[in-house]
């Protein structure tokens, strides 16, 4: 079936085109590079793995109760309008949210193999230019994993949020290189994990928890390339060419707080934009949501080196200062070790189903015989 049967909404046009502005940079230097960059990009080659064999899509998934969500985490949870509500009206709802959600991280994941094919590009070092190669392949495979997760289990899907767009338009826009880093990579990327890891670590579903965790465990990797290169490049640049950085910054992380609310799903449900706005804006769950939305972007920022008073008063000013000493190496070491806990525990019952699948034929022989 087409995609864009599946859209919630036309998305009006086929293809988005970014202009693209600055230059492809060629290196001629083939021997050396930076240490701990090629260690990465050794490591970016030997954890490649094909979601159609590691994921079990043969899970079943209920479409409307995809992620196990609360009630008390909807937005409409206690409002006039849930009090009307039937229960297949509250399985729509969750199926909406689930559709929003996943969308956007369908989304994101495509604007992020643009981005890291646009470092392969723009980038002046071969050893960013090796990494950044095998993270285009790894966001091809997340981009392929949501778009099977939203098709085959959801069978729903939302446009482009226009505040996600916005940002990729500006940083593919850009013609400095180091700018589909900071957009992608710090901004764009860090949001995604944080809402990533609060899925993963709150739904009783085995099939978007395998799939959250093992993108996740991809995406430690590329937080870590941007951190490297981005905390490198950023120690030689001028005052002023940091604060353009740092208001970028800024400006991304307001757009993200401000918008990437759902405010669609409770439009498709004919409740108008203010009133919408004024529901998520009154949700408990949404302000957490919202704050924990940036545990892994500020530390990044600030480890980078963007960390001028004005940032410094724009993330007090969303309450989330404070996350700037956050350990983000034990973060994304945490990512790692949990989809590695997920690989052995769902093996391991494998395995045991297998052994005792054998053991019962030969009983069956056995007793046959």
């Not at 899925?199 to 959250?212: A, N």
């Not at 990797?221 to 002023?240: I, P």
Request: glycine share 8%; with cysteine.
């Amino acid at each position: 079936m087409s995609t864009h049967e599946l859209y919630t909404h036309d998305p009006a046009e086929d293809v988005w085109q970014v202009p693209a502005t600055g230059s492809a940079r060629f290196s001629w230097e083939y021997d050396g590079g930076r240490e701990r960059l090629l260690a990465l990009y050794q490591k970016g080659k030997d954890k490649q793995w094909d979601g159609a064999k590691r994921i079990a899509w043969d899970i079943e998934v209920d479409p409307y109760d995809p992620l196990g969500t609360p009630d008390d985490v909807l937005t409409l949870y206690g409002t006039r309008h849930w009090a009307k509500f039937t229960e297949k009206d509250k399985g729509d709802l969750r199926r909406h949210y689930a559709a929003w959600q996943f969308s956007q991280f369908l989304h994101g994941e495509q604007g992020a193999m643009v981005c890291a094919a646009r470092i392969v590009e723009s980038v002046p070092d071969l050893d960013a230019k090796f990494y950044s190669a095998t993270q285009t392949m790894d966001e091809a495979r997340h981009a392929e994993i949501f778009g099977r997760f939203l098709h085959e289990k959801i069978g729903m899907l939302y446009p482009v949020n226009d505040s996600l767009r916005g940002l990729l338009g500006d940083t593919l826009g850009d013609s400095r290189w180091d700018m589909p880093y900071l957009g992608m990579q710090v901004l764009i990327e860090g949001l995604a994990l944080a809402a990533f890891g609060m899925i993963r670590d709150t739904t009783d579903k085995p099939l978007p928890k395998q799939i959250l965790a093992y993108v996740m465990q991809d995406e430690a990797r590329h937080v870590a390339f941007g951190r490297m290169a981005l905390r490198d490049y950023y120690r030689q640049l001028t005052d002023a060419e940091r604060r353009e950085r740092e208001e970028f910054v800024i400006e991304g992380c307001y757009l993200m707080r401000d918008r990437l609310r759902g405010v669609e799903v409770l439009e498709n449900f004919g409740i108008p934009r203010r009133e919408a706005e004024e529901f998520t804006e009154q949700s408990e769950f949404l302000h957490l949501f919202r704050r924990l939305l940036f545990s892994r972007i500020v530390p990044c920022v600030k480890d980078i080196g963007l960390w001028g008073e004005r940032l410094q008063k724009a993330y007090l000013d969303m309450g989330v200062f404070e996350m700037g000493d956050s350990n983000l190496d034990l973060l994304m070491s945490q990512d790692e070790e949990v989809a590695e806990r997920l690989d052995r525990e769902r093996f391991a019952a494998e395995e045991a189903a297998r052994v005792a699948e054998v053991r019962d034929a030969i009983a069956e022989a056995e007793a046959e015989a």
